[in-house]
């Protein structure tokens, strides 16, 4: 084996591991920030103090942050198209301009699934302790794939 794909190799393999790394350390973080969530209270209007118990509203909070990677997307979209028009570059040669024949509709049942599902995690996480919810709840890890 050469000596650049053996140094080609470790480096994949550095990455893979900085990747699952930073992985269990993010959604651990998240799962203990949520847990936070739920332990905290306020007083309400009667002076009573009342805990926050919402998981739905959880729930939407997220899928609002990832909507806000949608409104990047398309602003980093727009910026590109406006500095090649300027350069007087044609935009049909950039794959990430051209336009796309087809309904973005066809990301809303799996987004309402995504949406009822992590809604219920939700749930299960203010019935249960953090350790327990984090060990269950079916990870959908993409560098388990090879």
């Not at 007087?88 to 799996?110: A, E, H, I, K």
Request: positive net charge; charged residues 20%.
């Amino acid at each position: 084996m050469s000596v650049i794909l053996q140094i080609q190799l470790e480096v994949i393999l550095i990455i893979r591991l900085q990747l699952s790394l930073s992985i269990v350390f993010n959604r651990s973080f998240f799962c203990l920030f949520l847990r936070w969530a739920d332990t905290m209270t306020s007083e309400s209007t009667d002076g009573k103090r009342r805990g926050f118990d919402h998981p739905f509203l959880q729930a939407c909070g997220m899928f609002l942050g990832e909507t806000m990677c949608m409104a990047a997307f398309f602003l980093v979209r727009w910026k590109r198209r406006r500095n090649l028009a300027s350069a007087g570059s044609d935009t049909s040669d950039d794959p990430f301009l051209r336009p796309r024949n087809f309904s973005p509709l066809v990301f809303l049942p799996p987004a309402l699934c995504d949406m009822t599902a992590t809604s219920i995690q939700y749930i299960g996480l203010t019935l249960t302790y953090a350790s327990s919810f984090q060990m269950l709840r079916g990870e959908k890890d993409e560098s388990k794939i090879k």
